[in-house]
């Protein structure tokens, strides 16, 4: 039997293929100075069509100047940006193909909840009948068809957010911006609305961008998270690789709980000294003899036993503090010199009596210590 021939590209298939695959956004060397202080530094970025990307950050490290570049409500200073094969790195935000919603909403009080979200639908493209109908579109979209004739002070934060959302999404953008649009709110409404948020960006395939310093926000919706710090990129990643795979010393200390540990490279490979005590660090093997490193370990990763049942390495440590949180009970831990935190089941945490003062056994997962070199 004769194989089929292998299909043959055509140009017209590879230019398709080409525009397909490439980024939807593109920040290229965007720099941004506010007189002698530099908020951004040489920042690379790209984005894929329908991609939900979080900027992650502590306050002052740029998210917010980085997403408002990208508006064009300030321009960088130096660099480019592409949107779709297009340079907006200086066109005006009205020229711009994006919706946002901001962390005051931003509503118009003396509008309605329709009028509020049928605001930018004007010109030739939006007669009053399609006008009418896609605000009735978006009001059942975010659940709140029943709230059309009423005022945004007749509402509670999540409908209001639910409103500006639907706003910014009015006019079919391919790009939405989030600037901490759940900031705002209460835990438990915050909770429900960034899964409702996620949903929504997932069924309409709208490249989003989001800024929050909420780790378990970003965790929680994002395709992929880049962490900043002092106006540069840490890591691009997915909330997996980011949790995981730390690739710098702040990474793994901003996202998520981890103790630090300060440590030098001994002898055989593998082992560590930390404040005189020796460890034991996988990761460290290939490291010579005297190397600084500092190490992390995330709290789920480290394991208590009672001291009559300690295994072998392992540090006797004395709980100094805990906190209760539901799901996990967190310890404070002092072992010797060392500060650790632990994370057990309720079930487990009634088992160990692991009340404060009590004494336990406390063993570090080789496999499970991050660690960094130093730069020297």
């Avoid at 570049?69 to 297009?86: K, N, S, V």
Wanted: glycine share 8%; aromatic share 6%.
């Amino acid at each position: 039997m004769t194989a089929p021939a292998p299909e043959i590209e055509t140009l017209e298939d590879a230019a398709r293929r080409a525009r397909r695959d490439a980024p939807y956004l593109e920040v290229q060397e965007v720099g941004k100075q506010f007189g002698s202080f530099v908020a951004l530094r040489r920042v690379n970025l790209e984005i894929r069509s329908g991609e939900f990307v979080t900027f992650l950050g502590p306050s002052g490290c740029g998210k917010t100047t980085l997403l408002r570049g990208i508006a064009g409500l300030d321009p960088p200073t130096t660099g480019r940006i592409m949107q779709g094969g297009r340079d907006i790195t200086h066109l005006p935000p009205a020229e711009r193909d994006f919706g946002i919603v901001f962390q005051s909403y931003a509503l118009f009080p003396n509008l309605t909840v329709a009028e509020n979200i049928a605001y930018g639908l004007r010109g030739a493209a939006w007669p009053k009948a399609r006008r009418r109908e896609r605000v009735a579109e978006l009001l059942s979209i975010v659940g709140l068809a029943d709230q059309a004739p009423k005022y945004p002070a007749q509402l509670s934060g999540g409908q209001q957010q639910r409103v500006a959302l639907a706003r910014a999404l009015a006019n079919e953008p391919g790009l939405l911006l989030l600037d901490e649009p759940l900031s705002a709110l209460d835990a438990i409404v915050r909770q429900h609305l960034r899964q409702e948020i996620r949903s929504l960006q997932q069924r309409l395939g709208v490249t989003t961008i989001m800024v929050t310093h909420d780790q378990e926000e970003a965790l929680g919706v994002s395709d992929r998270i880049v962490v900043m710090s002092r106006g540069r990129i840490e890591q691009v990643g997915t909330p997996a690789e980011i949790y995981d795979n730390p690739a710098s010393p702040f990474v793994a200390g901003f996202v998520g709980h981890s103790s630090r540990i300060e440590a030098v490279v001994d002898t055989p490979p593998g082992i560590i000294i930390a404040s005189g005590m020796k460890l034991v660090a996988e990761a460290t093997r290939p490291l010579l003899y005297g190397a600084r490193v500092t190490c992390f370990i995330r709290p789920e990763h480290v394991r208590l036993a009672r001291l009559a049942e300690a295994p072998e390495g392992a540090l006797s440590a004395v709980v100094t503090g805990l906190e209760y949180l539901g799901p996990v009970v967190r310890l404070s831990l002092e072992a010797g010199p060392l500060r650790l935190l632990a994370a057990v089941s309720p079930g487990e945490f009634a088992a160990l009596e692991a009340a404060p003062g009590a004494a336990f056994a406390v063993t570090l997962p080789p496999e499970h210590l991050m660690v960094f070199v130093e730069d020297v």
